[in-house]
């Protein structure tokens, strides 16, 4: 078998962690300390996040979306593949270099869709953007870390705590979807989510689409209209 190769290295701000860029033949991965974030082969789950939330908001003639976090682009294809020619996507992203990577070799895995012209990516802490803005997104994906029961910063409790979500819930427009992604289940994080005003769906998917294998849990949550 192939060796893993360490393409790449970089700290995560904030007191994050390092993730380095592995390759082993046309398989990719990012890890962070010893533990890994993702992988290549396995993005199911990130297609349905993207799938999900923009079926929900198909009726809306220009969506505007926000995606925290870019990962290896999986999230932001499925979510441009299923929106109209006149939407816009931000994308925020805290590491630099996962921008980077997504622009050098980890682009053709998801068919390089930092190239649409529908895509702004914004290297700034996805925290910032829904602290600023109010009534701005019809929805918004998140797939920072490893859900709420973050991994590489300790920073990132604030997003899936009541603040966060309450701060989401004003981001969104009235009938808005949040979108969350998590590599497990939460009841606590539900609950979180019915206190700061969305009604909840929680939905088990496969991390490998049309096979056997591991399940992650993504959360549906809406605004009310």
């Not at 199911?44 to 999900?52: K, Q």
């Not at 294809?77 to 070799?105: D, Y």
Request: proline share 5%; with cysteine; charged share 25%.
């Amino acid at each position: 078998m192939n060796p893993w190769i360490l393409l790449d290295s970089a700290r995560a701000p904030k007191n994050g962690g390092e993730l380095r860029l592995y390759q082993r033949g046309t398989e990719f991965s990012i890890r962070v300390d010893h533990c890994e974030l993702m992988n290549s082969r396995v993005h199911g789950s990130e297609d349905a996040l993207g799938a999900l939330a923009c079926a929900r908001i198909q009726d809306r003639p220009s969506p505007q979306v926000l995606i925290g976090g870019l990962g290896m682009g999986y999230t932001l294809a499925a979510t441009l593949r299923e929106l109209s020619a006149e939407s816009r996507v931000v994308v925020a992203e805290l590491v630099p270099a996962v921008v980077a990577w997504n622009r050098g070799p980890l682009g053709e895995l998801a068919g390089r869709p930092l190239e649409d012209r529908r895509v702004t990516v914004r290297e700034v802490d996805v925290a910032q953007l829904l602290r600023e803005e109010q009534r701005a997104y019809d929805a918004i994906l998140l797939d920072v870390d490893n859900g709420p029961e973050g991994l590489t910063r300790k920073g990132n409790d604030w997003l899936y705590g009541l603040n966060g979500l309450s701060a989401a819930f004003m981001a969104l427009r009235p009938g808005g979807v949040l979108a969350v992604w998590s590599a497990g289940p939460d009841q606590a994080f539900t609950q979180r989510m019915y206190k700061a005003g969305f009604t909840v769906e929680e939905v088990r998917v496969r991390a490998i689409s049309g096979r056997r294998g591991p399940r992650h849990t993504l959360w549906m949550a809406a605004r009310p209209a």
